[in-house]
């Protein structure tokens, strides 16, 4: 189980808050030292989302201004502070960085990936190891896709999907660290898109953008079946919209620049917001420099904008829940296995209605009983990351466990057949020859 949670400035600052209310949050080094980019550009310049990070208690984000290579940006809930520091690698594209709906966090498998929008890089995604500290790339897709689109992560398929333009629609597969193609294509507009899922209701929407299309909306089930929607009141879109979602209800907040909706995908109603958000007047009117992600932990939504030394962060609570939050207990028995071998992972929760599947391998992403329930996972050939995602009335929970390969020597028995041996007991067995040829020599 995980550790409880500490009162922190976020957590205090969500508890107090009532339905339909903004607050903000108080925060240190948000301001133009870690946020500006040149150019009197930010490092939120055409962007829309970033990433939380429940079990690390952190968002995530990468981008960068105009004529800029990207800016790798954390903020941390223990310490309330915001960092700012360049991503590694050695393969950004040195002037052409910003975010748009690049990123997408599956903190399971403790990854965050980002789409560099330049055509150089933009035929792979950028992966950094939470735990390692580290970058890497993923593979190749079939072909580089439209400049500006959206990545988000879908845990009910066990990947990532992208959107860009018209063109195919990709999955990413991290587990088998694969590119396929999901869809065709749909009829959206030609880039600055968005993507956004929700856990409560178990799908993505996307759409909007640049040209005739930027009104349009589809939505992706956990089936795979790709339904068209009724069109947005306005246009859509990094720099058009920010869209994120209420961790509560399963709904999506849309703002706009003059207006601000509920939308349900499901009746699909828009229902006007009664407040007006407090960051739209900051800076440069508008949704402009702003970035929002639910923060399921805490029934809310948190939205960063830069407007200068007027930079705020502000949180808002759509929809109060009265339901208890989920639990989450999961294991794997054993815990380290032989090459090959198989390991059951085993799972309960209370006060859930979903429970998915993510990273491992095989059968393992994708939905799962609930509240209970068990799985035979393998064949294990490496140290593997299980994660499992579950939700309910009351919010949202992740916990993840590994099961190891343990290593063996092959050797040969005193019999004459083949065996092996544990690497620890051949270890030791050396270890006693080694002193016994030592002590001959004395």
């Known amino acids: 189980m995980a550790a409880p949670l500490q009162a922190t400035s976020l957590s205090d600052v969500a508890a107090a808050l009532p339905e339909g209310q903004w607050a903000e949050l108080a925060t240190s080094g948000f301001n133009p030292a870690t946020l500006d980019d040149g150019a009197a550009s930010s490092v939120f310049w055409f962007a ?62 403790g990854r965050l990936y980002f789409r560099q929008p330049a055509s150089a890089e933009s035929d792979q995604i950028e992966i950094y190891d939470l735990a390692a500290g580290t970058w890497s790339r993923s593979p190749l897709m079939a072909q580089a896709p439209a400049c500006c689109g959206a990545l988000e992560y879908f845990p009910d398929l066990g990947g990532l999907v992208l959107v860009a333009g018209d063109g195919p629609i990709y999955f990413y597969d991290p587990a088998a660290n694969l590119w396929s193609t999901l869809a065709s ?195 294990v050939q490496a140290l593997t990351s299980f994660g499992l995602s579950c939700s309910g009335p009351g919010g949202a929970v992740q916990q993840s466990v590994t099961v190891d390969v343990q290593i063996t020597v092959s050797g040969s028995s005193s019999g004459g057949g083949g065996g092996s041996l544990d690497l620890l007991a051949l270890l030791g067995l050396i270890g006693v020859a080694v002193g016994r040829r030592r002590a001959s020599a004395f």
């Open 48 to 109: 829309e989302d970033m990433g939380w990070d429940a079990t690390r208690r952190q968002l995530l984000y990468v981008g960068g201004g105009h004529d800029s290579d990207a800016e790798f940006v954390r903020y941390s809930e223990v310490t309330n502070a915001w960092s700012r520091s360049k991503p590694s690698g050695g393969f950004w594209h040195a002037n052409f960085s910003h975010a748009y709906d690049h990123i997408a966090l599956i903190p399971s498998v």
């Open 185 to 379: 294509g749909a009829a959206i507009g030609d880039y600055h898109n968005f993507a956004e899922y929700s856990a409560a209701h178990r799908m993505m929407i996307f759409g909007g953008g640049e040209g005739p299309n930027g009104m349009t909306l589809f939505r992706l089930d956990a089936n795979r079946q790709i339904t068209r929607l009724n069109d947005a009141p306005q246009r859509m879109g990094t720099t058009h919209s920010v869209v994120t979602t209420d961790p509560v209800s399963g709904n999506f907040l849309v703002f706009f620049d003059t207006a601000s909706y509920e939308l349900d995908p499901v009746t699909q109603a828009w229902t006007p917001l009664t407040t007006v958000p407090p960051w739209i007047a900051l800076g440069n009117a508008g949704v402009f420099n702003a970035v929002a992600t639910p923060v399921p932990t805490y029934g809310i939504t948190l939205v960063a904008k830069y407007a200068g030394d007027d930079s705020r962060v502000y949180l808002y609570r759509h929809r109060a829940s009265t339901a208890p939050p989920p639990t989450l207990t999961l294991t794997a028995n054993p815990a380290a296995v032989g090459a090959g071998g198989f390991s059951v992972l085993s799972w309960s929760s209370t006060d859930t209605a979903h429970c998915t599947g993510t990273g491992g391998i095989n059968s393992w992403p994708g939905s799962k009983s609930v509240p209970n329930g068990s799985e035979n996972v393998g064949p």
